[in-house]
């Protein structure tokens, strides 16, 4: 089992930053991938970043690249996500992910890929 905390959210003018941490901790050393996703009042769950563990190759998702960064700390199991240029549309619950199948590699960026779930940060970006 991987237990995921998330912190960092919080209430921001548009235009602004915001940085995200997600700390690991338990099976940590079977980790394949980690990700954030996100979810708007009335909308799906979708994708915004990705980091496979091995090699640290990083994914994106469109409507965020070029304002949102993902990184991550191997000694302190945990994962970033620094957000820039904040929009209102970035409003969102934002939850952080862990996989340790060997199928999320292939589709990073598919919630169905990832077992362990943080409850959640909000991110509430004003106009």
């Known amino acids: 089992q991987v237990q995921l905390v998330e912190s960092g959210g919080g209430l921001v003018q548009a235009g602004g930053s915001l940085r995200l941490s997600c700390v690991a901790s338990g099976r940590t050393f079977s980790t394949s991938a980690m990700g954030w996703f996100r979810q708007a009042p009335g909308k799906e769950r979708e994708f915004v970043s990705a980091?496979?563990?091995?090699?640290?190759?990083?994914y994106i998702a469109d409507s965020v690249k070029g304002r949102f960064t993902i990184s991550r700390d191997n000694a302190k199991n945990t994962v970033y996500l620094q957000m820039n240029s904040l929009k209102p549309e970035d409003t969102a619950i934002y939850y952080c992910?862990?996989?340790?199948?060997?199928?999320?590699?292939?589709?990073?960026?598919?919630?169905?890929?990832?077992?362990?779930w943080g409850q959640g940060t909000q991110v509430t970006v004003s106009s």
């Open positions: 980091i496979i563990w091995n090699g640290g190759v990083k």
């Open positions: 992910a862990a996989s340790d199948r060997i199928g999320v590699v292939l589709a990073p960026s598919g919630a169905k890929g990832y077992q362990y």
